[in-house]
């Protein structure tokens, strides 16, 4: 097997907390401390994607909501798309990618617009094919696509829908479990070689988006064949909000950089019996008969 470099995301999120300073910081350290690929956000047009009850039913968690009901909360936590476009340009002079998760067809409009090397498509979205069809239709960057809480013959259906429409070698598929924060038992990383092997050929590329603990995990998911992986990320595990328990700080982030680079060095086979760095070491140490 050949490794590509691994392709590191920190996913930003909602972890922002609505604040265009916070969601910057997350941008800088993602990139000049934590040494990532890219940063990805997330857009949602609150009222297409929620019903009218959802939308003005309380958070499910109160404790880490921003308003009084669902649809204030997540109003709240929303960047409009010229905060996005700025953001993007923040990216740019940092030097690191930027992308945004796209929740119904008005936000990925709205991104696409934008025109980033990437839009993500949420577990939760991946069976929204009238935002599929738009996608393979108008935008033409990569598409990736998470497969947490989704059945086989779901993503079976899924890369054929790409397939049918040109756009499966500009797909991406991620190996995902949808929980936060994930026990590891639950994450079937073993998955990863199903997909690799029903997919690889089919598609561009296979990911691995863990919302797990530590970063043990992560470079498994690497070396199982998943080049790119993709981790929330936040300045404080301990900031109101679902996502940020299940996130990385920085020095996590930057050490999983770390890691997923040094493993990437390592797997490779022995250039010839004795290497340089052996042949002193074999003079000196090794039993001479």
């Known amino acids: 097997m050949t490794y590509k470099e691994p392709y590191i995301?920190?996913?930003?999120?909602?972890?922002?907390?609505?604040?265009?300073?916070?969601?910057?910081?997350?941008?800088?350290?993602?990139?000049?401390?934590?040494?990532?690929?890219?940063?990805?956000?997330?857009?949602?047009?609150?009222?297409?994607?929620?019903?009218?009850?959802?939308?003005?039913?309380?958070?499910?968690?109160?404790?880490?909501?921003?308003?009084?009901?669902?649809?204030?909360?997540?109003?709240?936590?929303?960047?409009?798309?010229?905060?996005?476009r700025e953001l993007m340009a923040y990216c740019n002079e940092v030097g690191i990618t930027y992308s945004t998760s796209v929740w119904e067809t008005t936000s990925a409009k709205e991104i696409s617009s934008l025109n980033p090397e990437f839009i993500k498509i949420p577990s939760a979205c991946n069976n929204n094919f009238e935002m599929l069809g738009w996608l393979c239709d108008n935008y033409e960057g990569e598409l990736h696509v998470s497969t947490g809480m989704t059945t086989k013959d779901e993503i079976s259906t899924l890369i054929d829908f790409f397939e049918e429409r040109g756009r499966a070698k500009d797909l991406v598929v991620y190996n995902c479990t949808s929980g936060y924060p994930v026990p590891f038992e639950d994450i079937c990383l073993l998955d990863i070689l199903k997909l690799k092997e029903q997919y690889d050929s089919r598609v561009k590329s296979i990911g691995f988006s863990g919302h797990h603990l530590g970063i043990a995990v992560d470079v498994a998911a690497y070396t199982l064949g998943a080049h790119i992986i993709e981790r929330h990320f936040t300045l404080d595990r301990t900031w109101k909000g679902t996502d940020h328990a299940a996130s990385l700080e920085p020095m996590g982030l930057r050490k999983l950089c770390r890691d997923l680079r040094a493993t990437h060095k390592a797997l490779t086979y022995k250039s010839k019996d004795i290497l340089d760095i052996e042949s002193v070491q074999r003079e000196k140490l090794k039993y001479k008969k």
């Open 9 to 84: 995301i920190a996913e930003i999120g909602c972890n922002h907390k609505g604040d265009m300073k916070i969601a910057k910081e997350l941008i800088y350290m993602s990139k000049i401390f934590g040494n990532a690929n890219a940063v990805k956000f997330q857009k949602r047009n609150n009222k297409e994607l929620l019903t009218e009850k959802q939308y003005n039913e309380p958070h499910p968690n109160p404790v880490n909501s921003y308003g009084s009901t669902y649809g204030e909360h997540r109003e709240f936590l929303e960047f409009d798309v010229e905060q996005h």
